[in-house]
C-alpha cells in the first residue's frame, strides 16, 4: 500500500511541475536555435528543416497553467513527507 502512495506523491510533484519543465525546454531549445520566443507573438523557428515556433510558443506559454499545477505538487511534497516521516517513526519504533 504504501508503493502506491510513493508513486502517487511522485506523479503529484511532477504533473505540479511539469509546465515549468515545458517552459524551460522551450526556452533552451529556442536560445540553441538562436530563436526569439516570448508571449505575445509567434515567431518563426526552423529546426531541421520544419519551423517549430508555435509549438516552441505553446510550450513557453504553458508555464503560466503552473498556477494552478504548483499546488499539487505542494500536495505531493507534503505527502511525501508524511510518508518518510511515517517510515522513520516506524524504524524508530522497533
Not at 516552441?56 to 510518508?83: E, Q, R, Y
Not at 516521516?85 to 524508530?92: Q, S
Amino acid at each position: 500500500m504504501k508503493k502506491w502512495a510513493y508513486i502517487a506523491s511522485v506523479l503529484m510533484i511532477l504533473i505540479g511541475v511539469a509546465p515549468i519543465l515545458s517552459m524551460l525546454a522551450a526556452t533552451a531549445i529556442a536560445d540553441f536555435q538562436g530563436c526569439t520566443l516570448n508571449e505575445a507573438n509567434v515567431y518563426p523557428c526552423m529546426i531541421f528543416g520544419a519551423d517549430w515556433g508555435s509549438a516552441l510558443n505553446v510550450m513557453f506559454v504553458l508555464a503560466w497553467f503552473a498556477m494552478l499545477t504548483i499546488l499539487l505538487s505542494a500536495f505531493g511534497v507534503l505527502g511525501l513527507l508524511a510518508l518518510l516521516g511515517l517510515e522513520v517513526y516506524d524504524r524508530l519504533r522497533r
